[in-house]
């Protein structure tokens, strides 16, 4: 079998599969450069739980119950440290307007059965001090974990690797010019020019901080915010970095502008004000993967049955890497299709045939990024391989 893009959700399948006892071959010119570089890492099916989206939250809290199994499973297969914490997340409104749009979700939340616990001002400062007197209540949601997704890419890449699989740096432009069993098309943005599927680029913009001493961060939850009317993420790493996020664009630009920064930065300063004093060590952008409905695209291509398509998984891809690795190395395998599939099939969509071969990206692959030295970008078709979605 051929896996296309070696982002945590290829990698995954390929492992999953090669474990299996399957000839597994993983096609891309630059594994783990796409979104995932640019991810948070948030395993959020709680505080992701959106209005109308019931079928998709599903899905996430399934996933997020398989990911303590799928942690230590690859741990004990690699020996890395992926970075998986359990602290739980805390959800914050900066002002009262904040706090009312905050409670509006937590009910809806509540009324899914999900674990939403609201804290009084005094209950968030006992849990995080470094949290601003100002913040007017929140929330704890204590089964939204984090991971690193740099830490993910590569431990992911060896268990494939460990398994049997070959990981080659050839692009596919075509899936008629593959020659496997079953190809799996697992290349995010780049599942559009591959398969027809109506998968849009959708872009964010993520800066990460880093504690001046290096020490670990003065807070220990993932804090997500309310702030004035902007919304944005804080993630501590033991490591001292803090990853602060993220824009919602619709654009296929890889460029950082100074207003997403500045809005960021003053979001998280708002809520947790030490921030101030971190160190800026980088600023990037990334493309996730959307569909229509924002949910992901996980099945059989419609007309091609050998042809299977893990792809569209937007913010959630991280999240959704173990329950997409395990659906559709079951479809592989013979075990069937799961009834979790059925709303998330690729053929609720009309497939627009697309002839043209994907364009082969540059040696040199990587993720476009800006920093405190520096700035680069990528057009289209140097993403053409990806498949990296995010938080």
Same mark, same amino acid.
């Given at each position: 079998?051929?896996?296309?893009?070696?982002?945590?959700?290829?990698?995954? /399948?390929?492992?999953?599969?090669?474990?299996?006892?399957?000839?597994?071959?993983? =096609?891309?010119?630059?594994?783990?450069?796409?979104?995932? =570089?640019?991810? !948070?890492?948030?395993?959020?099916?709680?505080?992701?739980?959106?209005? @109308?989206?019931?079928?998709?939250?599903?899905?996430?809290?399934?996933?997020?119950?398989?990911?303590?199994?799928?942690?230590?499973?690859?741990?004990?297969?690699?020996?890395? %440290?992926?970075?998986?914490?359990?602290?739980?997340?805390?959800?914050?409104?900066?002002?009262?307007?904040?706090?009312?749009?905050?409670?509006?979700?937590?009910?809806?939340?509540?009324?899914?059965?999900?674990?939403?616990?609201?804290?009084?001002?005094?209950?968030?400062?006992?849990?995080?001090?470094?949290?601003?007197?100002?913040?007017?209540?929140? !929330?704890?949601?204590?089964?939204?974990?984090?991971?690193? *997704?740099?830490?993910?890419? *590569?431990?992911?890449?060896?268990?494939?690797?460990? !398994?049997?699989?070959?990981?080659?740096?050839?692009?596919?432009?075509?899936?008629?010019?593959?020659?496997?069993?079953?190809?799996?098309?697992? +290349?995010?943005?780049?599942?559009?020019?591959?398969?027809?599927?109506? #998968?849009?680029?959708?872009?964010?913009?993520?800066?990460?901080?880093?504690?001046?001493?290096?020490?670990?961060? @003065?807070?220990? =939850? #993932?804090?997500?915010?309310?702030?004035?009317?902007?919304?944005?993420?804080?993630?501590?790493?033991?490591?001292?970095?803090?990853?602060?996020?993220?824009?919602?664009?619709?654009?296929?630009?890889?460029?950082?502008?100074? $207003?997403?920064?500045?809005?960021?930065?003053? +979001?998280?300063?708002?809520?947790?004000?030490?921030?101030?004093?971190?160190?800026?060590?980088?600023?990037?952008? $990334?493309?996730?993967? @959307?569909?229509?409905?924002?949910?992901? /695209?996980?099945?059989?291509?419609? @007309?091609?049955?050998?042809?299977?398509?893990?792809?569209? =998984?937007?913010?959630?891809?991280?999240?959704?890497?173990?329950?997409?690795?395990?659906?559709?190395?079951?479809? /592989?395998?013979?075990?069937?299709? %799961?009834?979790?599939?059925?709303?998330?099939?690729?053929?609720?969509?009309?497939?627009?045939?697309?002839? !043209?071969?994907?364009?082969?990206?540059?040696?040199?692959?990587?993720?476009?990024?800006?920093?405190?030295?520096?700035?680069?970008?990528?057009?289209?078709?140097?993403?053409?391989?990806?498949?990296?979605?995010?938080?």
């Amino acid at each position: 079998m051929v896996v296309v893009g070696a982002g945590p959700v290829g990698l995954a /399948i390929a492992w999953r599969c090669a474990a299996r006892g399957m000839r597994v071959v993983v =096609h891309d010119p630059a594994p783990g450069s796409g979104a995932s =570089h640019v991810a !948070a890492g948030m395993l959020a099916p709680v505080a992701e739980a959106y209005f @109308g989206e019931r079928e998709l939250t599903g899905l996430l809290t399934e996933s997020a119950a398989r990911w303590p199994g799928f942690a230590a499973e690859l741990a004990e297969a690699t020996g890395v %440290d992926i970075g998986y914490r359990t602290e739980g997340t805390l959800v914050v409104g900066l002002t009262a307007d904040d706090l009312a749009e905050a409670r509006r979700l937590w009910a809806y939340q509540q009324g899914l059965g999900l674990p939403v616990t609201p804290l009084r001002p005094s209950q968030l400062r006992e849990r995080e001090p470094a949290l601003a007197p100002r913040v007017r209540g929140g !929330a704890l949601a204590p089964t939204d974990h984090q991971v690193d *997704p740099r830490r993910l890419v *590569p431990a992911l890449r060896l268990a494939a690797e460990r !398994a049997g699989a070959v990981l080659v740096s050839e692009p596919v432009r075509r899936l008629r010019d593959v020659t496997a069993g079953v190809t799996v098309v697992a +290349a995010g943005c780049g599942a559009a020019a591959l398969t027809g599927l109506p #998968v849009r680029p959708v872009k964010g913009q993520v800066l990460r901080l880093r504690t001046p001493d290096g020490g670990p961060p @003065g807070f220990r =939850h #993932v804090v997500r915010g309310y702030a004035d009317g902007e919304h944005v993420y804080l993630v501590p790493r033991d490591s001292g970095e803090v990853v602060v996020g993220a824009t919602v664009e619709e654009r296929s630009d890889l460029g950082v502008c100074a $207003g997403a920064v500045l809005r960021l930065l003053r +979001a998280a300063v708002d809520l947790v004000p030490e921030l101030a004093e971190y160190d800026l060590v980088e600023t990037l952008a $990334g493309l996730r993967p @959307g569909t229509p409905d924002n949910a992901p /695209i996980l099945g059989p291509l419609p @007309g091609q049955p050998d042809v299977l398509v893990a792809t569209g =998984h937007h913010r959630h891809g991280i999240v959704l890497t173990p329950v997409t690795a395990d659906l559709i190395t079951d479809l /592989i395998t013979g075990g069937g299709a %799961d009834p979790l599939l059925a709303p998330f099939r690729p053929d609720r969509f009309a497939v627009t045939p697309n002839a !043209a071969p994907a364009a082969e990206p540059p040696p040199s692959g990587g993720v476009a990024s800006a920093s405190a030295v520096g700035s680069g970008a990528r057009t289209t078709s140097e993403r053409a391989m990806e498949d990296d979605s995010w938080n």
